[in-house]
């Protein structure tokens, strides 16, 4: 029973040392004790110093550890509604359904990311929402036909393929600028999102991030299948919308202001449980939240190229540590508890 | 105790599908009642509807026809969390909860009882508790599901259904994974529960020999048969079983209560002696095709002295020893008897 307590510590401490490290860290370096009193409101010895770590890299730490929370709660439910620990918002192609939805309004319809209305904000991730939940639709139309999940993570992939096939289409047909601009934003990163943005952002992962904890009880419950789980009185149609419309929203806000972010979606449920020892929902949502914001700080750090002025995508960063995780998962599945 | 009366009533019950393209009737006027304090068995062939009518039972799927009365009340007047707290089940289900401890399973029982976030009260806690160690798996408590044998979680889910506390209980093949002692150790269980907490017990099986010796009452299906309910001596001797299960190749024995192969012709060979020695070497003949019956004139006779003496009279009037079940075949096979 005292191993939840140890594994909060350890994020907490974790997400403290990182989320710090974020702010001192980077192309330009300033000293931890400037930082900490620029945190506390007395200034810097340099303006630009304050400008740097509270319009820059703080709103960029923000993001980050939002997004990584919110990807992570994603993988989580997709992950206890298919009953399948492999599946996780990028490989059920769920990611690229938002894509879409963010390509057609951002190749069609305007340079709507250089804009700073709420209204464009509000468009894109209502288009995000709308392809993310389509393609979770369909998958779930799939898992009544093929019982088999290695199929449906299959049928998945291939929806993805599908997606990314009409957002090449479409880049075909669009203009050069907002190619390279849609390019840009698909190599995915924690720095699109401005102290103007941040509040719309916040607002949608926070509202998601609550969400998935009020599920806590019908997602223990599916652990025992669907079934089981409405013997238990559980409203399984209503529980089951519950959770896509929570994964829809969180994928969506998240694609729409950062990119199609890989791996952390997938690997940081696993990360949580092996830190727990346990699947039961009641910490697991909690610690995994958590850990998916220590990873997407740990991971935001690792893109700032030392000595130079440029940032490495976020996608170039994530599958290095996502995919060992994955890996080590699928050996080690006949001793991880969770995967019998 | 939850008392001796009817718990669930079926009265002219038709169950099957009814998807948007066909309706499919897997049996129709079904009449049945299952009774608090009793453990029922549900025996059928594959294809017969012990599925169908265990998930129409579990609330799972509505009936075509007829109502199912639970305590008196039809069972569609039941709300999902007032079902909840009436029928436990019991499935063949794949569970998930393979990284959750036996208690955190087991509290999961409570579920119906508790509020939004499925906090457990200091009662909560005591009902888990008596519900695992009704179950005999307390002492697992703080393990893995995973760490578990088939027989153990079986004991967990039945754990479970104790904590939801539900005075009826339904399983869907609650042994076929189990090996032949977890099996007996589970009905053991299920019978205790019946008599001592006074649950209404019913469960599929295609194990009709413990069914034989475990249940008060058995419901037996057959597709295109009316169903038939019973106590199973009453449904050995007046031949119900025997007209349900024996088929163009296996009959069921009303003396033994065991289905066999059948045997084309009928070769007698008379056994006396000692009843355990006779009994098995009875069982030998029955599987060389031979039928065990009184020694008379005329027929090979077999006298059980002991285990590892026994003598046969061949017809001629010859006399062999045998010095094991083993070597009396043997014998047996040199000498075959015709009809």
Same mark, same amino acid.
């Given at each position: 029973?005292?191993?939840?307590?140890?594994?909060?510590?350890?994020?907490?401490?974790?997400?403290?040392?990182?989320?710090?490290?974020?702010?001192?860290?980077?192309?330009?370096?300033?000293?931890?004790?400037?930082?900490?009193?620029?945190?506390?409101?007395?200034?810097?010895?340099?303006?630009?110093? $304050?400008?740097?770590? @509270?319009?820059?890299?703080?709103?960029?730490?923000?993001?980050?550890?939002?997004?990584? /929370?919110? @990807?992570?709660?994603?993988?989580?439910?997709?992950?206890?509604?298919?009953? =399948?620990?492999?599946?996780?918002?990028?490989?059920?192609?769920?990611?690229?359904?938002?894509?879409?939805?963010?390509?057609?309004?951002?190749?069609?319809?305007?340079?709507?990311?250089?804009?700073?209305?709420?209204?464009?904000?509000?468009?894109?991730?209502?288009?995000?929402?709308?392809?993310?939940?389509?393609?979770?639709?369909?998958?779930?139309?799939?898992?009544?036909?093929?019982?088999? $999940?290695?199929?449906?993570?299959?049928?998945?992939?291939?929806?993805?393929?599908?997606?990314?096939?009409?957002?090449?289409?479409?880049?075909?047909?669009?203009?050069?600028?907002?190619?390279?601009?849609?390019?840009?934003?698909?190599?995915?990163?924690?720095?699109?999102?401005?102290?103007?943005?941040?509040?719309?952002?916040?607002?949608?992962?926070?509202?998601?991030?609550?969400?998935?904890?009020?599920?806590?009880?019908?997602?223990?419950?599916?652990?025992?299948?669907?079934?089981?789980?409405?013997?238990?009185?559980?409203?399984?149609?209503?529980?089951?919308?519950?959770?896509?419309?929570?994964?829809?929203?969180?994928?969506? /806000?998240?694609?729409?202001?950062?990119?199609?972010?890989?791996? !952390?979606?997938?690997?940081?449920?696993?990360?949580?449980?092996?830190?727990?020892?346990?699947?039961?929902?009641?910490?697991?949502?909690?610690?995994?939240?958590?850990?998916?914001?220590?990873?997407?700080?740990?991971? $935001?750090?690792?893109?700032?190229?030392?000595?130079?002025?440029?940032?490495?995508?976020?996608?170039?960063?994530?599958?290095?540590?996502?995919?060992?995780?994955?890996?080590?998962?699928?050996?080690?599945?006949?001793?991880?508890?969770?995967?019998? | 105790?939850?008392?001796?009366?009817?718990?669930?009533?079926?009265?002219?019950?038709?169950?099957?599908?009814?998807?948007?393209?066909?309706?499919?009737?897997?049996?129709?006027?079904?009449?049945?009642?299952?009774?608090?304090?009793?453990?029922?068995?549900?025996?059928?062939?594959?294809?017969?509807?012990?599925?169908?009518?265990?998930?129409?039972?579990?609330?799972?799927?509505?009936?075509?026809?007829?109502?199912?009365?639970?305590?008196?009340?039809?069972?569609?007047?039941?709300?999902?969390?007032?079902?909840?707290?009436?029928?436990?089940?019991?499935?063949?289900?794949?569970?998930?909860?393979?990284?959750?401890?036996?208690?955190?399973?087991?509290?999961?029982?409570?579920?119906?009882?508790?509020?939004?976030?499925?906090?457990?009260?200091?009662?909560?806690?005591?009902?888990?508790?008596?519900?695992?160690?009704?179950?005999?798996?307390?002492?697992?408590?703080?393990?893995?599901?995973?760490?578990?044998?088939?027989?153990?979680?079986?004991?967990?889910?039945? /754990?479970?259904?104790?904590?939801?506390?539900?005075?009826?209980?339904?399983?869907?093949?609650?042994?076929?994974?189990?090996?032949?002692?977890?099996?007996?150790?589970?009905?053991?269980?299920?019978?205790?529960?019946?008599?001592?907490?006074?649950?209404?017990?019913?469960?599929?099986?295609?194990?009709?020999?413990?069914?034989?010796?475990?249940?008060?009452?058995?419901?037996?299906?057959?597709?295109?048969?009316?169903?038939?309910?019973?106590?199973?001596?009453?449904?050995?001797?007046?031949?119900?079983?025997?007209?349900?299960?024996?088929?163009?190749?296996?009959?069921?024995?009303?003396?033994?209560?065991?289905?066999?192969?059948?045997?084309?012709?009928?070769?007698?060979?008379?056994?006396?002696?000692?009843?355990?020695?006779?009994?098995?070497?009875?069982?030998?003949?029955?599987?060389?095709?031979?039928?065990?019956?009184?020694?008379?004139?005329? !027929?090979? =006779?077999?006298?059980?002295?002991?285990?590892?003496?026994?003598?046969?009279?061949?017809?001629?009037?010859?006399?062999?020893?045998?010095?094991?079940?083993?070597?009396?075949?043997?014998?047996?096979?040199?000498?075959?008897?015709?009809?």
């Amino acid at each position: 029973m005292g191993n939840y307590r140890k594994a909060y510590w350890i994020l907490l401490a974790a997400f403290v040392i990182l989320f710090l490290g974020n702010l001192v860290y980077g192309a330009v370096s300033i000293p931890v004790n400037e930082v900490l009193s620029i945190l506390a409101g007395k200034g810097a010895e340099k303006e630009s110093w $304050n400008m740097i770590v @509270l319009n820059s890299r703080l709103p960029q730490c923000i993001t980050a550890l939002l997004a990584g /929370a919110g @990807l992570a709660i994603s993988g989580l439910l997709l992950q206890t509604l298919f009953k =399948n620990p492999l599946a996780g918002p990028s490989i059920l192609g769920i990611s690229d359904g938002a894509n879409l939805g963010v390509a057609i309004i951002m190749l069609y319809s305007g340079g709507l990311l250089g804009g700073i209305s709420g209204g464009a904000y509000f468009s894109m991730i209502l288009a995000a929402l709308a392809g993310s939940l389509a393609v979770l639709s369909l998958i779930i139309y799939f898992s009544r036909k093929v019982r088999s $999940n290695v199929m449906l993570l299959i049928i998945g992939i291939m929806i993805g393929y599908l997606a990314s096939s009409v957002i090449s289409i479409l880049n075909y047909h669009a203009a050069a600028d907002k190619v390279h601009q849609f390019v840009m934003w698909g190599m995915g990163d924690f720095t699109g999102v401005s102290v103007e943005k941040l509040p719309y952002f916040a607002s949608f992962t926070i509202a998601g991030l609550v969400y998935s904890l009020l599920l806590i009880k019908p997602l223990n419950a599916l652990l025992l299948g669907e079934m089981y789980a409405a013997n238990l009185g559980v409203k399984i149609k209503s529980a089951r919308i519950s959770i896509l419309l929570c994964t829809g929203i969180l994928t969506a /806000a998240i694609t729409a202001f950062c990119g199609p972010v890989s791996f !952390i979606g997938l690997a940081v449920p696993h990360v949580a449980r092996m830190l727990l020892g346990t699947s039961n929902h009641k910490h697991l949502v909690p610690v995994t939240i958590l850990s998916g914001a220590c990873i997407a700080l740990l991971c $935001n750090m690792l893109t700032v190229v030392p000595g130079s002025n440029s940032l490495l995508p976020l996608n170039a960063v994530t599958p290095i540590i996502g995919a060992p995780i994955i890996i080590y998962v699928i050996i080690n599945r006949r001793n991880l508890q969770y995967f019998n | 105790m939850e008392g001796k009366g009817i718990a669930v009533e079926a009265i002219g019950l038709a169950i099957g599908y009814n998807d948007t393209k066909r309706r499919k009737v897997v049996q129709s006027n079904v009449n049945l009642s299952l009774m608090g304090g009793e453990v029922t068995c549900l025996l059928g062939l594959n294809g017969a509807g012990k599925s169908t009518l265990i998930r129409t039972l579990c609330g799972f799927q509505p009936p075509l026809e007829g109502k199912v009365l639970l305590r008196g009340k039809p069972l569609s007047s039941y709300s999902q969390s007032a079902f909840a707290r009436e029928v436990g089940v019991v499935l063949t289900e794949k569970t998930n909860a393979g990284g959750i401890t036996v208690y955190d399973l087991v509290s999961l029982g409570r579920h119906p009882y508790t509020g939004f976030f499925g906090s457990l009260k200091e009662n909560d806690h005591r009902i888990i508790e008596e519900a695992l160690d009704a179950a005999g798996i307390w002492h697992k408590k703080e393990n893995y599901v995973s760490e578990l044998s088939d027989g153990e979680r079986q004991k967990v889910m039945i /754990a479970k259904v104790l904590a939801q506390q539900c005075p009826i209980i339904v399983l869907d093949e609650p042994t076929a994974f189990l090996d032949v002692t977890a099996r007996i150790e589970t009905m053991v269980l299920l019978r205790k529960l019946a008599k001592e907490q006074g649950k209404a017990i019913v469960l599929s099986t295609h194990d009709i020999d413990s069914a034989i010796q475990m249940a008060d009452n058995l419901w037996l299906l057959s597709k295109g048969k009316a169903v038939r309910c019973g106590a199973p001596e009453d449904l050995i001797m007046d031949g119900t079983i025997g007209e349900f299960f024996s088929k163009e190749n296996v009959v069921f024995d009303n003396a033994t209560g065991k289905l066999s192969a059948a045997v084309s012709q009928i070769r007698p060979v008379g056994v006396r002696g000692d009843f355990n020695t006779a009994y098995w070497v009875g069982n030998a003949l029955v599987r060389n095709g031979y039928t065990p019956s009184q020694p008379r004139e005329g !027929i090979m =006779n077999i006298t059980c002295i002991s285990p590892s003496d026994i003598q046969v009279n061949l017809p001629g009037g010859e006399t062999k020893k045998a010095t094991s079940v083993a070597h009396l075949c043997k014998i047996i096979s040199e000498f075959p008897v015709t009809a």
